[in-house]
């Protein structure tokens, strides 16, 4: 009489079981996802440092933008309060004041090229100045930023217009916001308008 025989379960080719090759494949899933989600993360993250970084070159444009105008419109006042005339030769540096701003003969060689030789610096009333930047820490303007240098002022006589009423002005302002890197150039033509007679005639 035979013996029964215990019964055995068919091992599947390379010796693993079903249980295990679903557990191989669960791990090989999982490894997929988390290399999916960790290059999403880096994506994501290097992304925001570039939004802020073109968010603070815009904030350091339009400061320096801001600077130049304040310039420029300083420049066109001193000129709408009966200042003016044909002017002379500039080659230095000055403090422009209403007293002492002055009108040149010759033009800016490069305008775009800062900063001029020749020029008058100009300090807005609130404008706080520190070669270092960063933000002010003490004074009326607490946590504003420190520019870094002067807003700049060129004013060159272009002689007068068509109509011999007018005299014609070329205005150029300059300014920095928080760094050298930061500058702005801002230009623009201003007329002096005179009554009869015409300017060019006695």
Known sequence: MSTPQPSRRATPPGGRTGLTAERGIALVTSL???????????SMFRS????????????????SLQAAQSALDYGEWWLSQGNGGTGNTCSTVYTATVAN???CTNALTSPTTLPWSAR?????????????GGLVSSGGNVGDINYYA??????????LDPTGHSQLYQVTGAGYGGSANGASVVQSTYAVTYKNPPLDQP
Request: proline residues 6%; glycine residues 10%.
């Open 48 to 63: 925001i440092g570039l939004d802020e970084s073109i968010a603070g070159n815009t904030r350091e444009k339009q400061r």
């Open 150 to 159: 002067k807003p700049s002022l060129y004013i060159q006589y272009l002689g």
């Open 120 to 132: 008058g610096d100009y300090l807005p009333p609130t404008m706080t100045v520190a070669a270092g």
């Open 32 to 42: 997929l996802m988390l290399i999916v989600m960790t290059l999403l993360a880096l």
């Open 101 to 103: 701003t002055k009108v």
